[in-house]
């Protein structure tokens, strides 16, 4: 038998003024388009902005529905979308912001584990590292240099 260790390393930061300008930008626009989530069920709303080498910004926010499994989260509404309107470019940075509308959330947000695996295909497609930011409603934001940090042990097409 062996042992396998992994260590991650998360940046963080402890809030949005410490960011880089062009991080705070795009966190303010996660803030922003996470008020568009459509969340009558969990009552969690969260906001995803996508930065393009092409230099444009993605937005998503999760919709929900009554029937669970159909609703998409808010990164890979934004994913999904930059794969639709952009295929060619590659995924930057994704800035990623949570709040509930119960409870103050000051937490950081991390990718559900279905959107990490989206993220994983379109990192592993382009070939290069995608920055993860993400926040709560407020307080610390934790950046991930990779999604790897995240899934470090990636299921991708070369195993199909």
Known sequence: ???????????????????????????????????????PYSKFRVGAALLLDNGKIVLGSNQENAAYPSGLCAERVAVFQAGSIYPEAKILKIAITGASDINETTTPTPPCGSCRQSIAEYETKQG???????????????????????????FVKNFL
């Open 1 to 39: 038998m062996k042992n396998i260790t992994i260590t991650t390393q998360f940046s963080v930061f402890d809030s949005v003024q410490e960011l880089p300008i062009d991080i705070q930008n795009l966190m303010e626009q996660a803030v922003a388009v996470r008020k568009n989530a459509y969340a």
């Open 128 to 154: 290069t590292p995608i920055e993860i930011y993400f926040m709560g409603e407020l307080g610390a934001i934790y950046k991930s240099e990779s999604l790897k940090n995240l899934l470090p042990f990636l």
